[in-house]
Nanobody, 127 residues
Framework: QVQLVESGGGLVQSGGSLRLSCAAS?????????MGWFRQAPGKEREIVTA????????YYANSVKGRFTISRDNAKNTVYLQMNRLEPEDTAVYYC???????????????????WGQGTQVTVSS
């Protein structure tokens, strides 16, 4: 079982930056799970933002965040990060961390390919 806890959300002005963290429990986390960040804005579907393979050698970014957001992971600390720069009001959402078991098609960004989810952290960008 893997438990995920996000932190780092908050209120920031347009153009500002935030760094989200996702702390994972479970000793197998670092070696086996691809990790992703999703977000859900009010009235909208949850969507993939970015994801990274278990070895950090492969990453996916949604077009809307390319060049502004960066995913990284520290397997020794069982933590995944999301650095968000040049934030825009359209980035306002609840951000969720998710983990995909080995063999899952994590790059598709489909929610069903992810097995564990955090509770989410609110990010609000004011104009």
């Amino acid at each position: 079982q893997v438990q995920l806890v996000e932190s780092g959300g908050g209120l920031v002005q347009s153009g500002g930056s935030l760094r989200l963290s996702c702390a994972a429990s479970g000793r197998t986390f670092s070696r086996y799970y691809a990790m992703g960040w999703f977000r859900q804005a009010p009235g909208k579907e949850r969507e993939i933002v970015t994801a990274m393979s278990e070895s950090s050698g492969n990453a996916y970014y949604a077009n809307s965040v390319k060049g502004r957001f960066t995913i990284s992971r520290d397997n020794a600390k069982n933590t995944v990060y999301l650095q968000m720069n040049r934030l825009e009001p359209e980035d306002t959402a609840v951000y969720y961390c998710a983990a995909a078991k080995p063999g899952k098609r994590w790059r598709t960004g489909r929610r069903g390919e992810y097995d564990y989810w955090g509770q989410g952290t609110q990010v609000t960008v004011s104009s």
